[in-house]
Protein backbone atom coordinates (compact mmCIF):
# COMPACT_ATOMS: atom_id res chain seq x y z
CA UNK A 1 0.00 0.00 0.00
CA UNK A 2 0.75 3.41 -0.72
CA UNK A 3 2.63 4.89 1.96
CA UNK A 4 0.76 8.47 1.81
CA UNK A 5 -2.99 6.00 2.27
CA UNK A 6 -1.14 5.16 5.21
CA UNK A 7 -0.70 8.33 6.88
CA UNK A 8 -3.78 9.94 5.50
CA UNK A 9 -5.63 7.30 7.30
CA UNK A 10 -3.47 7.99 10.00
CA UNK A 11 -3.94 11.73 10.26
CA UNK A 12 -7.91 10.96 9.46
CA UNK A 13 -8.13 9.04 12.18
CA UNK A 14 -6.55 11.02 14.93
CA UNK A 15 -8.44 13.94 13.94
CA UNK A 16 -11.86 12.02 14.66
CA UNK A 17 -10.16 10.83 18.04
CA UNK A 18 -9.57 14.73 18.51
CA UNK A 19 -13.16 15.79 18.39
CA UNK A 20 -14.38 12.44 20.33
CA UNK A 21 -15.33 14.35 22.83
CA UNK A 22 -18.52 15.92 20.38
CA UNK A 23 -20.32 11.92 21.00
CA UNK A 24 -22.77 11.49 23.14
CA UNK A 25 -22.52 11.31 26.64
CA UNK A 26 -25.68 9.24 27.02
CA UNK A 27 -25.06 5.61 28.18
CA UNK A 28 -24.95 3.00 25.68
CA UNK A 29 -27.22 0.17 25.30
CA UNK A 30 -25.32 -2.29 27.71
CA UNK A 31 -24.62 0.17 30.35
CA UNK A 32 -28.54 1.45 30.06
CA UNK A 33 -29.54 -2.38 30.74
CA UNK A 34 -27.11 -2.50 33.43
CA UNK A 35 -28.25 0.57 35.66
CA UNK A 36 -32.13 -0.13 34.53
CA UNK A 37 -31.62 -4.01 36.33
CA UNK A 38 -29.44 -2.37 38.97
CA UNK A 39 -26.55 -4.42 38.54
CA UNK A 40 -24.33 -1.74 37.79
CA UNK A 41 -23.58 -0.89 41.07
CA UNK A 42 -22.31 -4.94 41.62
CA UNK A 43 -19.66 -5.14 39.08
CA UNK A 44 -15.88 -4.20 38.97
CA UNK A 45 -13.31 -3.65 36.95
CA UNK A 46 -10.98 -6.78 37.31
CA UNK A 47 -8.00 -4.42 35.99
CA UNK A 48 -7.92 -0.89 36.34
CA UNK A 49 -7.98 0.55 32.98
CA UNK A 50 -5.07 3.18 32.10
CA UNK A 51 -7.75 5.91 30.26
CA UNK A 52 -10.66 4.68 32.72
CA UNK A 53 -13.44 6.77 31.20
CA UNK A 54 -11.93 7.91 28.33
CA UNK A 55 -9.73 10.18 30.22
CA UNK A 56 -6.08 10.87 30.55
CA UNK A 57 -5.14 11.37 34.72
CA UNK A 58 -3.86 14.62 35.92
CA UNK A 59 -6.00 16.48 32.42
CA UNK A 60 -8.47 18.53 34.23
CA UNK A 61 -10.45 20.23 31.02
CA UNK A 62 -12.42 17.08 30.13
CA UNK A 63 -12.68 17.56 26.35
CA UNK A 64 -8.54 17.67 26.41
CA UNK A 65 -8.52 14.98 28.19
CA UNK A 66 -10.87 12.86 26.00
CA UNK A 67 -9.03 13.93 22.93
CA UNK A 68 -6.14 12.77 24.37
CA UNK A 69 -7.11 9.24 25.51
CA UNK A 70 -8.63 8.84 21.59
CA UNK A 71 -5.52 9.87 20.11
CA UNK A 72 -3.52 7.16 22.13
CA UNK A 73 -5.35 4.80 21.56
CA UNK A 74 -5.65 5.32 17.67
CA UNK A 75 -1.67 5.71 18.02
CA UNK A 76 -1.56 2.42 20.04
CA UNK A 77 -3.50 0.55 17.45
CA UNK A 78 -1.93 1.78 14.48
CA UNK A 79 1.33 1.00 15.86
CA UNK A 80 0.31 -3.09 17.10
CA UNK A 81 -1.13 -2.80 13.37
CA UNK A 82 2.05 -1.99 11.53
CA UNK A 83 4.65 -4.28 13.82
CA UNK A 84 1.81 -7.19 12.75
CA UNK A 85 2.12 -5.91 9.10
CA UNK A 86 6.21 -6.14 9.49
CA UNK A 87 6.17 -9.36 11.06
CA UNK A 88 3.59 -11.23 8.53
CA UNK A 89 4.77 -9.56 5.00
CA UNK A 90 6.32 -11.55 2.81
CA UNK A 91 9.96 -11.34 2.31
Known sequence: M???????????ALMVAALSFLASTAPDGLERVAKDQHFDAKSGAAN????AAYTVPGVRRRRISTA??????VLIVFALAAGLAL???KR
Open 2 to 12: NRKWILAGLGL
Open 48 to 51: PAPL
Open 68 to 73: LAGSAG
Open 87 to 89: ILR
